[in-house]
Protein backbone atom coordinates (compact mmCIF):
# COMPACT_ATOMS: atom_id res chain seq x y z
CA UNK A 1 0.00 0.00 0.00
CA UNK A 2 2.74 2.47 0.74
CA UNK A 3 4.42 2.34 -2.65
CA UNK A 4 0.73 2.71 -4.46
CA UNK A 5 1.29 6.13 -2.31
CA UNK A 6 4.52 6.78 -3.38
CA UNK A 7 3.84 6.46 -6.98
CA UNK A 8 0.60 8.52 -6.82
CA UNK A 9 2.19 10.97 -4.89
CA UNK A 10 5.10 10.72 -7.67
CA UNK A 11 2.29 11.28 -10.30
CA UNK A 12 1.36 14.07 -8.56
CA UNK A 13 4.58 15.96 -8.82
CA UNK A 14 4.83 15.32 -12.50
CA UNK A 15 1.56 16.80 -13.30
CA UNK A 16 2.21 19.49 -11.02
CA UNK A 17 5.80 20.02 -12.45
CA UNK A 18 4.34 19.77 -16.18
CA UNK A 19 1.50 22.35 -15.49
CA UNK A 20 4.03 24.77 -13.94
CA UNK A 21 6.62 25.11 -17.43
CA UNK A 22 5.30 27.68 -19.12
CA UNK A 23 4.69 25.98 -22.68
CA UNK A 24 2.26 24.21 -20.64
CA UNK A 25 1.00 25.90 -17.78
CA UNK A 26 -1.25 28.74 -18.74
CA UNK A 27 -2.82 27.41 -22.11
CA UNK A 28 -3.77 24.40 -20.19
CA UNK A 29 -5.67 26.34 -17.59
CA UNK A 30 -7.11 28.33 -20.88
CA UNK A 31 -7.98 25.26 -22.91
CA UNK A 32 -9.59 23.51 -19.98
CA UNK A 33 -11.68 26.78 -18.83
CA UNK A 34 -12.44 27.20 -22.57
CA UNK A 35 -13.81 23.64 -22.60
CA UNK A 36 -15.38 23.84 -19.23
CA UNK A 37 -17.62 26.29 -20.65
CA UNK A 38 -18.98 24.02 -23.50
CA UNK A 39 -21.36 21.53 -23.16
CA UNK A 40 -18.61 19.04 -22.62
CA UNK A 41 -18.54 17.48 -18.74
CA UNK A 42 -15.31 19.05 -17.83
CA UNK A 43 -13.98 20.97 -15.02
CA UNK A 44 -11.45 23.73 -15.28
CA UNK A 45 -11.04 23.92 -11.35
CA UNK A 46 -8.84 20.72 -10.93
CA UNK A 47 -6.32 22.64 -13.91
CA UNK A 48 -6.40 25.94 -12.70
CA UNK A 49 -5.64 24.71 -8.70
CA UNK A 50 -3.20 22.58 -9.50
CA UNK A 51 -1.60 25.42 -11.72
CA UNK A 52 -1.73 27.51 -8.72
CA UNK A 53 0.29 24.88 -6.45
CA UNK A 54 3.19 24.70 -8.91
CA UNK A 55 3.08 28.40 -9.53
CA UNK A 56 1.25 30.26 -6.88
CA UNK A 57 3.06 33.58 -7.75
CA UNK A 58 1.14 33.30 -11.00
CA UNK A 59 -1.96 33.99 -9.01
CA UNK A 60 -4.02 37.27 -10.67
CA UNK A 61 -2.49 35.95 -14.30
CA UNK A 62 -3.77 32.50 -13.82
CA UNK A 63 -7.76 33.91 -12.50
CA UNK A 64 -7.41 36.04 -15.72
CA UNK A 65 -6.14 33.04 -18.50
CA UNK A 66 -9.00 31.02 -16.72
CA UNK A 67 -11.76 33.92 -17.01
CA UNK A 68 -11.03 34.77 -20.47
CA UNK A 69 -10.77 31.06 -21.66
CA UNK A 70 -14.13 30.50 -19.78
CA UNK A 71 -15.65 33.57 -21.38
CA UNK A 72 -15.15 32.38 -24.68
CA UNK A 73 -16.53 29.36 -24.32
CA UNK A 74 -19.66 31.67 -23.18
CA UNK A 75 -19.35 33.04 -26.28
CA UNK A 76 -18.83 30.17 -28.53
CA UNK A 77 -22.38 29.06 -26.67
CA UNK A 78 -23.95 32.51 -26.97
CA UNK A 79 -22.98 31.77 -30.82
CA UNK A 80 -24.35 28.55 -31.16
CA UNK A 81 -27.87 30.10 -29.99
CA UNK A 82 -27.78 32.84 -32.35
CA UNK A 83 -26.77 30.18 -35.27
CA UNK A 84 -29.83 28.09 -33.75
CA UNK A 85 -31.92 31.15 -33.92
CA UNK A 86 -31.44 31.68 -37.60
CA UNK A 87 -31.79 27.87 -38.05
CA UNK A 88 -34.34 27.11 -36.72
CA UNK A 89 -36.54 30.32 -36.41
CA UNK A 90 -38.31 30.15 -39.42
CA UNK A 91 -39.57 26.38 -38.57
CA UNK A 92 -40.74 27.63 -35.03
CA UNK A 93 -42.26 30.52 -37.10
CA UNK A 94 -43.96 27.79 -39.06
CA UNK A 95 -45.03 25.90 -36.47
CA UNK A 96 -47.36 28.65 -34.34
CA UNK A 97 -49.20 29.53 -37.46
CA UNK A 98 -49.56 26.55 -38.08
CA UNK A 99 -50.81 26.09 -34.36
CA UNK A 100 -48.93 23.45 -33.19
CA UNK A 101 -46.77 24.27 -30.26
CA UNK A 102 -43.19 24.54 -30.67
CA UNK A 103 -42.17 24.95 -27.42
CA UNK A 104 -43.11 23.51 -24.31
CA UNK A 105 -44.62 25.58 -21.33
CA UNK A 106 -40.88 25.53 -19.25
CA UNK A 107 -39.15 26.45 -22.33
CA UNK A 108 -41.65 29.43 -22.71
CA UNK A 109 -41.26 30.79 -19.21
CA UNK A 110 -37.32 30.67 -19.19
CA UNK A 111 -36.95 32.22 -22.54
CA UNK A 112 -39.31 35.17 -20.88
CA UNK A 113 -37.38 34.88 -17.79
CA UNK A 114 -34.01 35.47 -19.82
CA UNK A 115 -35.31 38.35 -21.97
CA UNK A 116 -36.68 40.23 -19.19
CA UNK A 117 -33.86 40.21 -17.28
CA UNK A 118 -31.32 40.93 -20.52
CA UNK A 119 -28.20 40.83 -20.20
CA UNK A 120 -26.97 40.84 -16.37
CA UNK A 121 -28.77 37.65 -16.36
CA UNK A 122 -25.30 36.29 -17.69
CA UNK A 123 -23.42 37.49 -14.07
CA UNK A 124 -25.01 33.61 -13.42
CA UNK A 125 -23.44 31.91 -16.34
CA UNK A 126 -20.82 30.50 -14.06
CA UNK A 127 -23.54 28.56 -12.53
CA UNK A 128 -23.17 24.81 -12.86
CA UNK A 129 -25.87 22.81 -15.24
CA UNK A 130 -27.77 26.16 -16.28
CA UNK A 131 -24.77 28.72 -17.00
CA UNK A 132 -24.37 26.94 -20.26
CA UNK A 133 -27.78 27.14 -21.44
CA UNK A 134 -28.32 30.77 -19.94
CA UNK A 135 -25.24 31.75 -22.52
CA UNK A 136 -27.14 29.99 -25.33
CA UNK A 137 -30.57 31.38 -24.77
CA UNK A 138 -29.15 34.84 -24.53
CA UNK A 139 -27.75 34.18 -28.20
CA UNK A 140 -30.92 32.63 -29.25
CA UNK A 141 -32.78 35.59 -28.39
CA UNK A 142 -30.34 37.91 -29.73
CA UNK A 143 -29.18 39.89 -26.52
CA UNK A 144 -26.53 42.47 -27.20
CA UNK A 145 -23.30 40.61 -27.82
CA UNK A 146 -21.14 42.95 -25.86
CA UNK A 147 -23.59 43.09 -23.13
CA UNK A 148 -23.80 39.60 -22.87
CA UNK A 149 -19.84 39.22 -23.17
CA UNK A 150 -19.35 41.95 -20.60
CA UNK A 151 -22.01 40.19 -17.76
CA UNK A 152 -20.22 36.72 -19.04
CA UNK A 153 -16.62 38.03 -18.02
CA UNK A 154 -17.76 39.64 -14.77
CA UNK A 155 -19.52 36.91 -13.69
CA UNK A 156 -17.20 34.14 -14.49
CA UNK A 157 -13.84 36.46 -13.35
CA UNK A 158 -15.74 36.91 -10.12
CA UNK A 159 -16.59 32.63 -9.73
CA UNK A 160 -12.61 32.18 -10.21
CA UNK A 161 -11.12 34.75 -7.72
CA UNK A 162 -13.40 32.95 -5.47
CA UNK A 163 -11.88 29.31 -6.15
CA UNK A 164 -8.64 30.30 -6.56
CA UNK A 165 -8.40 32.65 -3.01
CA UNK A 166 -10.59 29.91 -1.12
CA UNK A 167 -7.64 27.85 -2.08
CA UNK A 168 -4.89 30.00 -1.67
CA UNK A 169 -5.98 30.88 1.96
CA UNK A 170 -8.11 28.02 3.31
CA UNK A 171 -6.94 25.17 1.51
CA UNK A 172 -3.24 25.56 1.15
CA UNK A 173 -1.87 28.63 2.88
CA UNK A 174 1.85 29.36 2.57
Not at 34 to 63: D, H, K, N, Q, R
Not at 95 to 115: D, I, M, Y
Request: glycine share 10%; hydrophobic share 55%; aromatic share 12%.
Amino acid sequence: MLSLELALEALTQEILAWLASPGVGLPAVFTMSLLAATILPVGSEPVLLAYLSAVPEMFWVAIWVASAGNTLGGLLSYGMGAGAHGLFGRWRRRQQVSGLKALTPARVRAERWVHRLGAPVLLLAWLPVIGDPLCAVAGWLRLSFWQCAMYMAIGKFGRYLVIAWTFKWAIAPT
